[in-house]
Nanobody
């Protein structure tokens, strides 16, 4: 049974930092891309960042470029999201996703497995 377990969310003041982690288990993820999406109340889920299997390529939403950094430990099937200079508009539930894909990382429907989400709240 595939499981993706996120951790690291919480409440932080604007300008602060958080580091999210997502550990995947239950099958081989060799070759899979990993990504983070987020969803604020009343909003659609949106792409945040993605990283390829080799970590050679990373992709970011314009809204987080320069502030967030995605990384992974493929040996441990774990992906991280370092979030700096957080803003109130970053408040959302953050979801980890895994997909056996090699393009179009921005589309949530392309991913095969999802975590349950971890809440990030940024106060002003």
């Amino acid at each position: 049974q595939v499981q993706l377990v996120e951790s690291g969310g919480g409440l932080v003041q604007a300008g602060g930092s958080l580091r999210l982690s997502c550990a995947a288990s239950g099958r081989s993820f060799s070759g899979a891309a990993m990504a983070w999406f987020r969803q604020a109340p009343g909003e659609e889920r949106e792409f945040v960042a993605a990283i390829t299997w080799t970590a050679r390529n990373t992709y970011y939403a314009d809204s987080v470029k320069g502030r967030f950094t995605i990384s992974r430990d493929s040996a441990k099937n774990t992906v991280f999201l370092q979030m700096n200079s957080l803003k109130p508009e970053d408040t959302a539930a953050y979801y980890c996703a895994v997909g056996f894909i090699s393009s179009s990382y921005y589309y949530d429907w392309k991913y095969h497995f999802w975590g349950q989400g971890t809440q990030v709240t940024v106060s002003s």
